[in-house]
C-alpha cells in the first residue's frame, strides 16, 4: 500500500471539495438567508487539513490497484463527511448523522433526505444538495484524473473503482483525455436540459436544480412535492427524456458523437434497456388505466416519467405511487434493483449484469441438456472471460446479502415491511424514495441515528459497487507489500 499517496490523494478530494462549495457561497450571499457562515467555515476546514495533506510527496508516485481502491473508497467517505458540515454548521438537523445522511444521499446520487420539508431550507443548502448530485453523478475522482494528470499509470486503477459498471474502460489510449471526453458530455448535456427547462418556463435556480439531480441520477428537489409541484407536461418530458439519456452508458454517447449508430443499435445492454423501459411503462399504464387510476394519457404520463425516474434510480416523482395498484408497484421495485445501464450516472445492479446472468442461466440449462457440450457466454460477438462472469455471479450474490443484513437492521426501526425492505433497496441501489414510509411524499427523518448510519453506508457501498468498499475490511487490504 502506497499511504502516502493515499493520503495525498485525499487531501486533493478536500481541496476540490473546498472548490466545489464556491458557487453555494455566492448563492448563499445573493439570496441573504443565514447560511453563509456554514460554508466558509467548513471550506476553511477543508483547505487547514487538505493542504497539508496535499504537500505529503510519495517516495513511490505509482499506484497499484489497492491504492486505487483506497483512494476511492476513503475519497467518498471524506466527500460525504465534509459535504455534511454546512448542514450541521448551519442548524438544519438535529444531529449530525443525519447531516452525514443528507450528505452522503447528495453524493452518492441517492436523493433520500430527511427533510420534512426542504422549502423551508436556506437556497444556499438547498443549491449545496443537489450540487453534490452532479459532483458525485460522474466522480469527483474522474474529475481530478482529467484536471490533475499526476497520477500516471496507476490512473486506470482508480477509474476502474471509480466508475460504474463491470468493466470501464479507456475512450482513448489516455486516461486523462478519457476522463474528458466524459466531463464534456456530462457538461454538454447538462447545460442543453438547463436550456430546455429555461424554454419551458423554468425558473434558472429551480433549472439549476433540477438538472443536477437529473445528469447525476439523484432527485433532490427544491420542493417537497418534486417534479410535481410544477404540474406541466413540458417539465416532465424534459425531465424525464434527460434521465434516461443520462441512464445510458456515456461510452455509447461518446459513439454518437462520433457517428458510429451502428455500434449504438446494436448494443445488447442499450436494447435491453429500451424494452425494460417500454415494457414497465405499457404494463403499469394499463394497470392504472384498468383500476382507474387516470385516463389512458394521464396514465401513460404518470407511467412514464415514474418509471424513467425510478429504472434510472433518479428518484423524482410526480404521483405517489405507495397507492398504486400491486403490480405496478412490484414492477417498480424490480426496477429499483436492476437500474439503468453500466457506464452511466445511475446505480442498481445494472442491465449489462442482468443480460449475462441471463446468458449464464442459458449455458447451464444447455449444459444439463447437453453435458459434453461447451458453450462460451457471449457479448457483442465475443466471448466474455469466465474471471468477469464470476465477479458479476459474485457481485450480485454478495449485494442481496448486504441488502437482507440491512434489512435486519433496520426493520425495527420501520413501521412496516414496505418500509424496511425498500428504504434499504432505495439506498443500495441510490434511488431516494421506496414504499411506506420513505415513499415519494415520505422522507427518512424516522429512522434511528444508528439505521440512518446503515442506510448512509448502504448508499456508498451501492454507489462503488460493493468491492471498494467492503475490501477496506479485510486486515490484509493494508498490509505493506507488493503487488
Same mark, same amino acid.
Given at each position: 500500500?502506497?499511504?502516502?499517496?493515499?493520503?495525498?490523494?485525499?487531501?486533493?478530494?478536500?481541496?476540490?471539495?473546498?472548490?466545489?462549495?464556491?458557487?453555494?457561497?455566492?448563492?448563499?450571499?445573493?439570496?441573504?438567508?443565514?447560511?453563509?457562515?456554514?460554508?466558509?467555515?467548513?471550506?476553511?476546514?477543508?483547505?487547514?487539513?487538505?493542504?497539508?495533506?496535499?504537500?505529503?510527496?510519495?517516495?513511490?508516485?505509482?499506484?497499484?490497484?489497492?491504492?486505487?481502491?483506497?483512494?476511492?473508497?476513503?475519497?467518498?467517505?471524506?466527500?460525504?463527511?465534509?459535504?455534511?458540515?454546512?448542514?450541521?454548521?448551519?442548524?438544519?438537523?438535529?444531529?449530525?448523522?443525519?447531516?452525514?445522511?443528507?450528505?452522503?444521499?447528495?453524493?452518492?446520487?441517492?436523493?433520500?433526505?430527511?427533510?420534512?420539508?426542504?422549502?423551508?431550507?436556506?437556497?444556499?443548502?438547498?443549491?449545496?444538495?443537489?450540487?453534490?448530485?452532479?459532483?458525485?453523478?460522474?466522480?469527483?475522482?474522474?474529475?481530478?484524473?482529467?484536471?490533475?494528470?499526476?497520477?500516471?499509470?496507476?490512473?486506470?486503477?482508480?477509474?476502474?473503482?471509480?466508475?460504474?459498471?463491470?468493466?470501464?474502460?479507456?475512450?482513448?489510449?489516455?486516461?486523462?483525455?478519457?476522463?474528458?471526453?466524459?466531463?464534456?458530455?456530462?457538461?454538454?448535456?447538462?447545460?442543453?436540459?438547463?436550456?430546455?427547462?429555461?424554454?419551458?418556463?423554468?425558473?434558472?435556480?429551480?433549472?439549476?436544480?433540477?438538472?443536477?439531480?437529473?445528469?447525476?441520477?439523484?432527485?433532490?428537489?427544491?420542493?417537497?412535492?418534486?417534479?410535481?409541484?410544477?404540474?406541466?407536461?413540458?417539465?416532465?418530458?424534459?425531465?424525464?427524456?434527460?434521465?434516461?439519456?443520462?441512464?445510458?452508458?456515456?461510452?455509447?454517447?461518446?459513439?454518437?458523437?462520433?457517428?458510429?449508430?451502428?455500434?449504438?443499435?446494436?448494443?445488447?445492454?442499450?436494447?435491453?434497456?429500451?424494452?425494460?423501459?417500454?415494457?414497465?411503462?405499457?404494463?403499469?399504464?394499463?394497470?392504472?388505466?384498468?383500476?382507474?387510476?387516470?385516463?389512458?394519457?394521464?396514465?401513460?404520463?404518470?407511467?412514464?416519467?415514474?418509471?424513467?425516474?425510478?429504472?434510472?434510480?433518479?428518484?423524482?416523482?410526480?404521483?405517489?405511487?405507495?397507492?398504486?395498484?400491486?403490480?405496478?408497484?412490484?414492477?417498480?421495485? /424490480?426496477?429499483?434493483? %436492476? &437500474?439503468?445501464? +453500466? !457506464?452511466?450516472?445511475?446505480?442498481?445492479?445494472?442491465?449489462?449484469? =442482468?443480460? $449475462? #446472468?441471463?446468458?449464464?442461466?442459458?449455458?447451464?440449462?444447455?449444459?444439463?441438456?447437453?453435458?459434453?457440450?461447451?458453450?462460451?457466454?457471449?457479448?457483442?460477438?465475443?466471448?466474455?472471460?469466465?474471471?468477469?462472469?464470476?465477479?458479476?455471479?459474485?457481485?450480485?450474490?454478495?449485494?442481496?446479502?448486504?441488502?437482507?443484513?440491512?434489512?435486519?437492521?433496520?426493520?425495527?426501526?420501520?413501521?412496516?415491511?414496505?418500509?424496511?425492505?425498500?428504504?434499504?433497496?432505495?439506498?443500495?441501489?441510490?434511488?431516494?424514495?421506496?414504499?411506506? /414510509?420513505?415513499?415519494? %411524499? &415520505?422522507?427518512? +427523518? !424516522?429512522?434511528?441515528?444508528?439505521?440512518?448510519?446503515?442506510?448512509? =453506508?448502504? $448508499? #456508498?457501498?451501492?454507489?462503488?459497487?460493493?468491492?471498494?468498499?467492503?475490501?477496506?475490511?479485510?486486515?490484509?487490504?493494508?498490509?505493506?507489500?507488493?503487488?
Amino acid at each position: 500500500m502506497n499511504y502516502r499517496a493515499v493520503i495525498r490523494s485525499l487531501g486533493i478530494v478536500m481541496l476540490a471539495e473546498a472548490v466545489f462549495m464556491i458557487p453555494s457561497v455566492i448563492i448563499s450571499l445573493y439570496y441573504h438567508e443565514g447560511d453563509t457562515a456554514s460554508f466558509l467555515a467548513t471550506i476553511l476546514i477543508l483547505l487547514v487539513i487538505g493542504f497539508p495533506l496535499f504537500r505529503i510527496q510519495a517516495s513511490q508516485p505509482r499506484l497499484f490497484a489497492r491504492d486505487g481502491f483506497a483512494i476511492v473508497a476513503l475519497g467518498w467517505l471524506v466527500m460525504s463527511f465534509f459535504g455534511a458540515l454546512p448542514f450541521h454548521f448551519a442548524g438544519a438537523t438535529d444531529h449530525f448523522i443525519m447531516a452525514l445522511f443528507e450528505s452522503t444521499s447528495g453524493f452518492t446520487t441517492t436523493g433520500a433526505s430527511i427533510f420534512t420539508d426542504v422549502e423551508s431550507l436556506p437556497r444556499g443548502l438547498v443549491f449545496w444538495r443537489s450540487f453534490t448530485h452532479w459532483i458525485g453523478g460522474m466522480g469527483v475522482l474522474l474529475l481530478t484524473l482529467a484536471i490533475l494528470p499526476m497520477f500516471g499509470s496507476g490512473a486506470l486503477h482508480i477509474l476502474r473503482a471509480e466508475s460504474p459498471g463491470p468493466s470501464p474502460g479507456k475512450l482513448v489510449p489516455k486516461i486523462g483525455q478519457t476522463a474528458k471526453i466524459l466531463y464534456s458530455l456530462y457538461i454538454g448535456l447538462t447545460l442543453l436540459q438547463i436550456l430546455l427547462l429555461g424554454l419551458a418556463g423554468v425558473e434558472l435556480f429551480d433549472a439549476l436544480i433540477h438538472t443536477f439531480g437529473s445528469a447525476g441520477t439523484g432527485g433532490f428537489s427544491n420542493y417537497n412535492a418534486s417534479v410535481g409541484a410544477f404540474d406541466s407536461l413540458a417539465v416532465e418530458l424534459i425531465i424525464g427524456v434527460f434521465v434516461l439519456l443520462f441512464g445510458v452508458s456515456f461510452t455509447l454517447h461518446y459513439q454518437l458523437v462520433r457517428g458510429r449508430w451502428r455500434d449504438v443499435v446494436k448494443d445488447a445492454e442499450l436494447r435491453l434497456y429500451a424494452l425494460v423501459v417500454l415494457g414497465s411503462i405499457l404494463i403499469i399504464s394499463w394497470s392504472l388505466y384498468s383500476e382507474n387510476f387516470a385516463s389512458v394519457g394521464g396514465s401513460l404520463r404518470q407511467a412514464f416519467f415514474q418509471v424513467a425516474s425510478i429504472v434510472t434510480t433518479t428518484g423524482y416523482a410526480t404521483a405517489d405511487f405507495n397507492n398504486w395498484p400491486l403490480i405496478a408497484r412490484i414492477i417498480l421495485v /424490480a426496477l429499483m434493483l %436492476i &437500474g439503468p445501464c +453500466a !457506464g452511466s450516472t445511475g446505480g442498481g445492479i445494472k442491465m449489462i449484469r =442482468l443480460l $449475462m #446472468v441471463g446468458r449464464i442461466i442459458r449455458r447451464e440449462m444447455v449444459r444439463i441438456k447437453h453435458p459434453q457440450s461447451f458453450h462460451t457466454v457471449q457479448m457483442g460477438g465475443k466471448a466474455v472471460d469466465e474471471r468477469i462472469l464470476h465477479g458479476v455471479s459474485a457481485f450480485i450474490l454478495f449485494y442481496m446479502l448486504i441488502m437482507l443484513a440491512a434489512i435486519l437492521l433496520v426493520a425495527p426501526d420501520s413501521p412496516n415491511l414496505d418500509t424496511a425492505v425498500t428504504s434499504v433497496i432505495a439506498c443500495i441501489s441510490n434511488i431516494g424514495p421506496g414504499l411506506g /414510509a420513505v415513499g415519494p %411524499i &415520505g422522507n427518512y +427523518a !424516522g429512522f434511528s441515528p444508528f439505521s440512518q448510519a446503515v442506510l448512509s =453506508l448502504c $448508499m #456508498v457501498i451501492g454507489r462503488l459497487e460493493i468491492f471498494p468498499v467492503m475490501i477496506l475490511f479485510m486486515p490484509s487490504f493494508w498490509r505493506r507489500i507488493s503487488i
